[in-house]
């Protein structure tokens, strides 16, 4: 079946680094990718997504890298800020494209950055 | 910033009671879900809903679980007998339109069973 985990479960650095989450997943149908930051007590917030036609896409900060051969994701932070210290999933939206919103989540990597 | 809201924030119950948990979607939305944390765990979908009927539901969502859209702007979770194993922190999610990733999640209830 489908899964998506990630290689590690936590994440140090120092404030103005740049952090890098990663990710793997299993099912190599999957097409589309999504980054997550859930802070604590609230729900998770959209970061960036990426579909498998694409090896690369960057927002504010943020770029998310697709290796579609090793089947791995990444989530490039850059200058971190303590503000973006949160735990960081990446989640799996239906082979296709054509899920009606059923996500499949990873297990998350806590980010905590020091001043 | 438009928001999705939920109440309560915590509801505690006794095993084998009903609770519904509510949701007030955003309002132009369409595609309506429930996800689940158990604490310390990913995040699980639930269910999803479109058109006053569910579009996807996962094995967790069983005869125990049902969904409501009972006017134009509430979405409820309702659980007929509760277990130890439904505390969780319940996300309610909405987006205006299907095939894209679900932007606007809830802040969540926290449902404990004692």
């Known amino acids: 079946g489908e899964s998506v985990g990630l290689h590690l479960p936590t994440l140090s650095v120092q404030e103005g680094d740049n952090s890098i989450i990663n990710c793997a997943y299993s099912?190599?149908?999957?097409?589309?990718f999504i980054w997550y930051k859930q802070e604590s007590g609230k729900g998770p917030q959209f970061i960036i997504d990426?579909?498998?036609?694409?090896d690369k896409r960057q927002g504010q900060r943020v770029t998310v890298l697709l290796n579609k051969t090793v089947k791995h994701l990444s989530l490039q932070i850059a200058a971190t800020q303590p503000g973006d210290s949160a735990v960081y999933f990446c989640?799996?939206?239906?082979?296709?494209?054509?899920?009606?919103?059923?996500?499949?989540f990873g297990q998350g990597t806590i980010l905590t950055v020091h001043p | 910033e438009p928001e999705v809201t939920q109440t309560p924030s915590h509801q505690v119950t006794q095993m084998g009671q009903e609770v519904i948990l509510r949701c007030v979607p955003i309002?132009?939305?369409?595609?309506f879900y429930w996800y689940r944390q158990i604490l310390g765990q990913k995040v699980e979908f639930l269910v999803s809903?479109?058109?006053?009927?569910?579009?996807?539901k996962s094995e967790i969502f069983d005869d125990q679980f049902s969904v409501e859209r009972p006017d134009g702007s509430n979405f409820t979770l309702k659980i007929r007998s509760t277990k130890l194993e439904d505390s969780a922190m319940y996300f309610c999610?909405?987006?205006?339109?299907?095939?894209?990733?679900?932007?606007?999640f809830g802040p969540g209830t926290r449902l404990t069973v004692t």
């Open positions: 989640a799996e939206m239906g082979a296709g494209g054509t899920s009606y919103g059923k996500l499949t």
């Open positions: 099912n190599s149908a999957s097409d589309y």
């Open positions: 990426i579909r498998s036609n694409m």
């Open positions: 999610a909405s987006s205006d339109r299907a095939g894209e990733a679900v932007k606007y």
């Open positions: 809903f479109y058109n006053n009927e569910i579009s996807e």
């Open positions: 309002s132009n939305h369409l595609y």
